[in-house]
């Protein structure tokens, strides 16, 4: 059995600090998971590389630099209201269960969600709301959100997740432009929304209303 300690440690190393990831609160909540349970068995040895893994129903859990880049571009607190487009594996949720208030993450794949239920509950995660539907569509019944986090590449920024957006919530999410992809930051301040580029992507598709069809 590898030791998993440290490889967490090599990871953090490696693939954080030396990528110029400094955020002390994204690497705590890194260092505090054991992101191997969130992969197949099959890939287990491969959990602390930087790479995106199967898990199953053509989905992939993100790079371990993927998932800290876009949680530290969040700017959490421990009042923020997180809603996170694509629960997948769950990796990418408890960190931001780790960071956040509370976290509503939506997944349209009913297997994935209730799989990453599973390991989260085990986990003893106790801030988060599990959704199966349509990402791209939202959940207004728990809106408006101080941060979204999209782990799927859209063709264009879903409209119902801007205006789930509070002012002055940050957005962070892939978008393809000329088969393209990169990652955006957006902020919604007087009700404009702002947005730039912080780093390109390689994202399965957002599928739903507003995103690559279904």
Do not use: W
């Amino acid at each position: 059995m590898p030791n998993f300690k440290n490889l967490i440690e090599k990871m953090i190393r490696s693939q954080i600090l030396a990528k110029g990831i400094n955020d002390k609160n994204v690497i705590e909540a890194l260092r505090s998971l054991p992101r191997h349970v969130f992969v197949e068995e099959a890939f287990m040895e491969l959990s602390y590389s930087d790479l995106p893994l199967p898990i199953g129903h053509k989905q992939t859990i993100s790079g371990v630099y993927t998932a800290a880049l876009m949680t530290s571009a969040l700017e959490l607190d421990k009042n923020s209201r997180v809603l996170e487009i694509g629960t997948g594996s769950g990796y990418q949720t408890a960190i931001l269960a780790k960071l956040a208030s509370k976290v509503f993450t939506i997944e349209r794949i009913r297997d994935l969600s209730l799989r990453a239920r599973k390991i989260l509950e085990r986990l003893d995660f106790r801030n988060i709301t599990f959704i199966i539907g349509d990402g791209t569509i939202g959940c207004s019944e728990f809106a408006p959100y101080d941060r979204i986090i999209v782990t799927a590449c859209s063709p264009a920024m879903p409209p119902a997740l801007l205006n789930q957006l509070k002012e002055g919530g940050i957005m962070v999410i892939p978008l393809e432009n000329n088969s393209a992809q990169n990652i955006f930051i957006v902020r919604k301040k007087n009700g404009k929304i702002n947005q730039k580029i912080i780093a390109p992507a390689n994202f399965v598709k957002l599928i739903g209303k507003s995103g690559f069809g279904s």
